[in-house]
Structures are given as structure tokens and as C-alpha cells.
């Protein structure tokens, strides 16, 4: 059962007889939440300040109104009015105990009940651009993805995961220039992702050369130029009387020394790079045969849109091994989805979507483009392009169609970097104003992965890292640490096969957890050292938390199921017991805070707590060798639903726990 509803529903109850507006009776029932500190009590209330500033009455009185219609004698002590009109609630260990054994007894969902009215959410997450391979920025959409389709699949909605991998854009027309102009086909045979990935590489770099060249080197020159020559005119200009407007004056001045400093930093990396570049000479080959770099490769894009054959043939060639390459890695990770539906299935609707908006008097015409105005936006969210392309845009709408009319979601959650966020806010509101407005749509933003210097995660050459070589990487220090750890056991443990088990789950783990522990809205500095340490808020923690339970039923020989099918009571005796039956209890309020705003970070708090709080039992409490019989029996029970309950929420993470590590 969720404890915490069921104490707010009873608060509900007990404002109805204050209040007579039902919106406020929840709003009042909804202040009742878990205390911060054991001394006050298990729950708190602090309601009475606000309702009695809105009654006119003092906070103490309205809190013993409400105490006094407050109908909990089943599952509190007699309810506490503390300070200016707190209500503490101290829950009785004999529902505790009566709670644990449900609990105990439910297996598969350790008594958390499925919501009383489930919604269909459609998540669509991971979705990369599949020509180039998976790297860091991928891990957080997949993982986070991953993670709430778990849980509010758990938690009984109807919940529908779909991959809206980028199979049709730019990056196929790189491939296809790439190939036609430097192609292998015996390393194709081969190796074809490799291939597929060196042209790719190639083509970018050539791309990437001249923009750099032709555009960003010429644009931060232009700035340099603007901001020396402001800074001069700031300068020679004469300064102003009053004080306080020198100060001003100053302090512009500062800013714009500031910029021309930042632009010519930039620059000179521009620059350099350039240098480089242009120092090898097999590249200087290339660049002088391919000044057309970028302008060829979009109409390689163009001809594989509007159905070329010889690009269509290719695409069709290529696309099965860059699938075969992502979803391995999908293998490695655990993760699955219901749907990949990708840009390229939306292909022939979009046409439809475009000529629909027309219609409908939504799009319009603007310097040859297509757009939807929308209000409150700068810019229009541009639907087909001048020379008829259509656009990332026009595919997400008709993805909404498609999802609307085949599914009829209540809400679609896009789990895509922050980077997005423009592109989302207008994707919903052109949505709105297309019709689909009893649809919940929601961007799911995150931050960047950090390198250790703070900066956006790359490899030293600048091109960013790897996700299957993150992977392999987190594993192997996994495996040292395992072994390290195995061998200072006066008898090891494991085989080389577990151990190599055992570092997979907890080398990916690690990288999982590491993302989800972070409020998803910030970025983070990913680092194997405290990503893979055995102490603190990690997966390693958890894990080793979770096979030291294990290994305490396996010492003493014990049955858990045999236990659990038992009649054993559980007694509360010492705090530590008490807190950690609690926590354990607190497992469907911690589900349900991840869903109000989407964040896992919510369920890695919990299981952090929950572990902790194992922990402490287990220094405090001697459970082999208990006192007595039924002391040793009610702290197994415990140690079995702590085992579990960790186990579950992990699973729910998408992170795999080990029997013994
Ligand atoms: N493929 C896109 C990218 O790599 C992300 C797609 C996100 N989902 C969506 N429906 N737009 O940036």
C-alpha cells in the first residue's frame, strides 16, 4: 500500500468537515508528507499555517480541528500537535508489522498496488541518428527512457516505448556521398558498421573543414573585429560625471574586453585547427577535390527523398547493419523497446501533414518556406523548406498524428537533450493548434555529460566519445575491482566466468546509476572512479548491498521463501529495525514521486536511503545469531524484503543485481 495516500486520503476526509471546496481539501491533504527527522514523528502535517491564515483562525486551534476529526487510529499513535501547529504522526508498529508481511508476501510487487486509473503513455527515448555510431550523449535519453517506462509501467499505466531513430536525414547522405566517392567494398563485406562509420567520419571531417573555413573562422573574425572596435570607441570616449554611471561605464566596459577576449580564444582554436588540418597533405587532396563537399551531400539527401534509385538501393543496404550495431548495444544495456519507428516511416505522410496544415489556414507562406506562426515564439516552426524538403519538424508532427491515431495516448513524453527545448515548445503548440490538445505532451530535458574539466564530455581529439567503448571500459575496471576485492577474501569467491558476469552488470550499472542519481536537468561530470566506488550513492552499493543480504541466507543456510511462507511474526524493537521497516514501506511513495515529474533521481534517493538504512540495522542488529529463534526469523524477514526491495527498484532502473560479488 502507499502509506502516504492513504494518511492524505484520511486528512482529505477530515478537511472535508473544515472546507467546503474540494480542490482545496486536496491541496491542504497533499501538505501531509514524510518527516525530515524521526524525531518528529513518521509523517507530518503542516497544514494549519495556511489554513488558518485562510480561516482567520490560530494555526494551533485549526490543528487540533483537525486532529480532532482526523479518523487514523488504525495506523498512528494519537496524532501530535508540535510548535506553532505541526501535526506529527508516529505510525503503530503493529501495522507496520502487519504491513511488512504483505509486503513479504507479494512477491511480485512487494505490495505496491497498480494505480486506481491507469493512463497510456507513449516514451519516446534513446532515438539516435543510427549512420554514426551510439556515443555518451546517448546513454542519458536511453537510460532515463528506460527508467520511466519501467516504472510507470510497473505502476499499471499502459506504457508504449518507441525508438524514433534519425534513419533518414543528413547523415545517410554523408554515408552515401562518402560511399560513392571513397567506398570499400571489401572492408564493407567485411566489417560494414566500421566502414560505414570511417566514411562517415571522413565525409564529417571534410564538412565540418570548410564550414569552419568558409563560415565560423570568417564569423568570429567579423566579432573580433566588432568587438576591438568597441572596446577602442569605449575607450577613447570621454567618461561620464557622476560616479555611479563611471561605474557603469566601467563595467561595460569590462564585459565587452571580456568578449573580445573570449572571441579571439575561440578563434585562435578555430584557426589552429585549421593549421593543422591543412598541414596533411593527403588531406589538402582531399579538400581541393571536394569543395563541394556540403552542397553534395545535401542532394544526396535530396535524391534519397524523392526516391532516387541508386541512393534508395544504398540506404536500403546500409541501414540493416547500422540497426544490427545499435541494437547491440541495446542488448548490452538491457533496454528494449515496444516500437522503432523511425524518421523514415513517417516518410509518405508528410506531404499529407503539410498539405492538412494548409487547409486548416495553419501554415503559411514566408520567403518561400512553409511556417506555422505561433504566438509567443520569435521564430515560425518552419514545416517544408523553399526548395520542398520537408523538415525534423514536419516528421515530429506527423509522429503525434500517427501516435495519436494508433495508440491514443494521454500523454507522450520525449526524453531529448535540453538542446531541444525550442524545438519542443513549438512542436506542442503547433500540436495544440493542429488539434491535439487533450494530450499530454512533455519534453523531457536533460543536461550535458561532463569530462572531469567540467567541459562537455570529448575524447582528446575532440569527436565525442564512444558509447560502446564507455561501456567496455566501465566493465574492465568493474572486473578489477571485482577480482581485487574477490581476492582479498581468505578464499575467493567467484570463477573468472562470474567475475566477468558479475563486472558486466556492475561496470553498466555504474554508468546507468551514475546518470539517473543526478537530477536529470543538470549536467554532470562523469567519472569512473566515483561511478564504480563501493561506498556512497553508486550502484556498486546497492549491488553489494543487495549479495551481502544474499550471502547472509546462504550462510546460515536459510530458505527465504520457506521463511517467508512461515508464520513468523516480525517484531520492531530496536530503532534501526524500526526505520529500516519503514523505508521498506516507503517504496510505492517513492515510484509515485517519480512519476509526478519524471525523475529517477527520485528512485536512487530512495534505494540510497533504503540501503543506508540497511545498513545500520545490519551493524546494529545481530541477525544470525540473534538472540533467540524468533528474533533471528523476524530480522531474516527483514533482510529478505530489504534484498528484494532493492532488487525491484534496481530492476525498475533497468540495473541488474548479482547473488554474489
Ligand atoms: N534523432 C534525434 C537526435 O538525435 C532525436 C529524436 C528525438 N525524438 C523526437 N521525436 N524528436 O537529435
Excluded at 402 to 429: C, G, N, T
Excluded at 438 to 459: A, C, M, Q, W
Excluded at 559 to 580: C, F, M, Q, T, V
Excluded at 613 to 635: D, G, H, P
Aim: glycine share 6%; proline share 4%; aromatic share 8%.
Amino acid at each position: 500500500m502507499n502509506l502516504l495516500a492513504e494518511i492524505r486520503r484520511r486528512f482529505a476526509a477530515a478537511l472535508e468537515n473544515i472546507l467546503d471546496d474540494g480542490g482545496a481539501v486536496n491541496e491542504f491533504a497533499g501538505m501531509v508528507l514524510p518527516s525530515q527527522d524521526a524525531k518528529f514523528g513518521d509523517y507530518q502535517a503542516n497544514l494549519a499555517m495556511p489554513l488558518g491564515k485562510r480561516l482567520g483562525k490560530s494555526p494551533r486551534d485549526v490543528a487540533a480541528e483537525v486532529v480532532a476529526s482526523l479518523q487514523v487510529g488504525d495506523i498512528c499513535e494519537p496524532p501530535e500537535i508540535a510548535g506553532p501547529g505541526f501535526i506529527n504522526l508516529r505510525i503503530k508498529n503493529d501495522f507496520l508489522t502487519r504491513q511488512l508481511k504483505r509486503a513479504l508476501n507479494d512477491t511480485e510487487r512487494l505490495d505496491v498496488s497498480p494505480v486506481a486509473a491507469p493512463r497510456t503513455y507513449v516514451v519516446d527515448y534513446s532515438s539516435p541518428n543510427v549512420a554514426k555510431p551510439m556515443h555518451v550523449g546517448h546513454i542519458r535519453s536511453t537510460v532515463i527512457g528506460d527508467a520511466l517506462y519501467r516504472v510507470l509501467k510497473f505502476l499499471g499505466h499502459r506504457t508504449i516505448s518507441d525508438n524514433h531513430i534519425g534513419d533518414w536525414g543528413t547523415q545517410f547522405g554523408m554515408i552515401i556521398y562518402g560511399w560513392k566517392h571513397f567506398g570499400d567494398e571489401q572492408a564493407f563485406a567485411k566489417a560494414p558498421v566500421a566502414e560505414l562509420t570511417r566514411l562517415y567520419r571522413l565525409v564529417n571531417t571534410l564538412v565540418e573543414y570548410f564550414a569552419s573555413r568558409d563560415e565560423i573562422a570568417p564569423a568570429l573574425r567579423r566579432r573580433v573585429g566588432e568587438l576591438e572596435s568597441r572596446v577602442a570607441l569605449m575607450e577613447l570616449a570621454p567618461g561620464p560625471k557622476a560616479p555611479a554611471d563611471q561605474k557603469k561605464r566601467d563595467k561595460s566596459v569590462q564585459q565587452a574586453q571580456a568578449d573580445l577576449e573570449a572571441a579571439r580564444a575561440e578563434l585562435v582554436v578555430v584557426e589552429s585547427k585549421l593549421l593543422e588540418t591543412e598541414a596533411d597533405s593527403d588531406f589538402v587532396e582531399l579538400i581541393k577535390q571536394h569543395g563541394n563537399v556540403g552542397q553534395a551531400v545535401l542532394a544526396e539527401t535530396a535524391a534519397l527523398h524523392a526516391g532516387d534509385a541508386t541512393n534508395r538501393a544504398l540506404w536500403e543496404r546500409f541501414l540493416p547493419p547500422c540497426l544490427a550495431e545499435i541494437n547491440e548495444t541495446y542488448l548490452r544495456l538491457g533496454v528494449q523497446f515496444d516500437h522503432t519507428l523511425g524518421e523514415s516511416f513517417y516518410e509518405d505522410a508528410l506531404a499529407g501533414v503539410v498539405n492538412d496544415l494548409k487547409q486548416k489556414g495553419l501554415a503559411k507562406e514566408s520567403e518561400g518556406a512553409l511556417c506555422v506562426f505561433l504566438e509567443g515564439f520569435e521564430a515560425p516552426f518552419i514545416v517544408q523548406k523553399q526548395d520542398g524538403a520537408f523538415l525534423y519538424a514536419t516528421t515530429d508532427l506527423a509522429t503525434i498524428q500517427y501516435r495519436m491515431r494508433e495508440w491514443k495516448p494521454d500523454a507522450i513524453l520525449y526524453v531529448v537533450d535540453h538542446r531541444q527545448s525550442l524545438h519542443f515548445a513549438e512542436l506542442f503548440a503547433a500540436a495544440r493548434l493542429w488539434g491535439y490538445e487533450n494530450v499530454e505532451l512533455e519534453h523531457i530535458s536533460f543536461g550535458t555529460v561532463l569530462g572531469e574539466d567540467g567541459r562537455p564530455f570529448k575524447t582528446r581529439s575532440g569527436s565525442s566519445v564512444g558509447l560502446s567503448g564507455l561501456l567496455d571500459e566501465a566493465v574492465e575496471r568493474a572486473y578489477k575491482i571485482v577480482c581485487e576485492n574477490d581476492d582479498k577474501r581468505p578464499e575467493p569467491l567467484l570463477s573468472d566466468e562470474e567475475r566477468r558476469i558479475v563486472a558486466e552488470r556492475v561496470g553498466i550499472g555504474a554508468i546507468k546509476y551514475a546518470d539517473l542519481a543526478h537530477n536529470r536537468t543538470s549536467d554532470y561530470k562523469f567519472s569512473y572512479d566515483k561511478m564504480l566506488a563501493m561506498n556512497g550513492n553508486t550502484a556498486a552499493y546497492m549491488q553489494y548491498s543487495y549479495a551481502r543480504v544474499r550471502s547472509i541466507f546462504d550462510k546460515g543456510g536459510v530458505e527465504a521463501d520457506a521463511l517467508r511462507a512461515g508464520a513468523a511474526a516480525i517484531s520492531l524493537d530496536h530503532p534501526a529495525e524500526r526505520a529500516l521497516s519503514l523505508a521498506l514501506l516507503q517504496f510505492s511513495e517513492a515510484l509515485d514521486r517519480v512519476v509526478i515529474d519524471y525523475r529517477p533521481n527520485l528512485l536512487t534517493d530512495y534505494l540510497f536511503d533504503l540501503a543506508s538504512k540497511y545498513a545500520a540495522f545490519f551493524e546494529n542488529c545481530s541477525v544470525l545469531r540473534a538472540e533467540n529463534e524468533e528474533l533471528r526469523t523476524s530480522r531474516l524477514l527483514l533482510c529478505d524484503l530489504s534484498a528484494r526491495t532493492l532488487a525491484r527498484g534496481l530492476e525498475l532502473l533497468g540495473i541488474q543485481v548479482v547473488e554474489r560479488m
